[in-house]
């Protein structure tokens, strides 16, 4: 999934669902940073570390399903 992809998918579960993924743009805990870079080196992805909270949950979710399927 594209970087444009994630924006879309982003933007769309803020329009439809607001409120669940809101969380003030505050950035990523420590526990989130921690397993978004284990996924990232498992998926050959860059990690980033300017995610917020919110983006950082999504990220992982998609690692996640993608470090699932491999």
């Known amino acids: 999934m594209s ?3 994630d924006a879309r ?6 329009t439809t669902t607001p ?5 003030g ?3 990523m805990t420590p526990a989130q940073a921690e397993r ?3 996924l990232s080196t498992v998926c050959g ?3 980033d570390a300017s ?3 919110a983006d950082a949950a999504i ?7 993608r470090a699932s399927q491999e």
């Open 36 to 38: 978004l870079r284990a």
């Open 9 to 14: 998918r982003q933007a769309m579960i803020n």
């Open 51 to 53: 995610l917020s909270e």
């Open 25 to 27: 743009g505050q950035a």
């Open 59 to 65: 990220r992982i979710e998609q690692l996640e399903k």
């Open 19 to 23: 409120g669940i993924y809101d969380a």
């Open 3 to 5: 970087k444009v992809d």
């Open 45 to 47: 992805e860059d990690f």
